[in-house]
């Protein structure tokens, strides 16, 4: 399975940037797609993800209510739209799936298998 991932950017605080990522290579099953960002010095940590057996969506508490996840099962593309962007969003934004993820594990890194190359997503103050 590949993850292509694109949209990041450059932004002032208080805008907007949309994120897309398409996986390929396969028909996933069961399978849970999500994003997690990196910034220099700093562990990688969750953003949001969403289900598609169920579509429901997580996300990271210092993102709720600012970004939304959506997807397009036919297509296997994600999409994160990220609004009133704040400089602590300076990041590489990575894409993630895997199938049959243990729910209590959505949040983990390690229980993604394939990874997208990362798109850099900064904001200015």
């Known amino acids: 399975v590949q993850l292509q991932a694109c949209g990041g950017g450059l932004v002032q605080a208080g805008g907007s940037l949309r994120l897309s990522c398409a996986a390929s290579g396969r028909t996933l099953r069961n399978h849970v797609m999500g994003w997690f960002r990196q910034s220099p010095g700093k562990d990688r940590e969750f953003v949001a993800a969403i289900r598609w057996n169920g579509r429901s969506t997580y996300f990271a508490d210092s993102v709720k209510g600012r970004f939304t996840i959506s997807g397009d099962n036919s297509k296997q593309t994600v999409w994160l739209q990220m609004n009133n962007l704040k400089p602590e969003d300076t990041a590489v934004y990575y894409c993630?799936?895997?199938?049959?993820?243990?729910?209590?594990?959505?949040?983990?890194?390690?229980?993604?298998?394939?990874w997208g190359q990362g798109t850099q997503v900064t904001v200015s103050s």
């Open positions: 993630a799936a895997d199938e049959d993820i243990i729910l209590s594990t959505i949040r983990d890194s390690l229980s993604y298998d394939y």
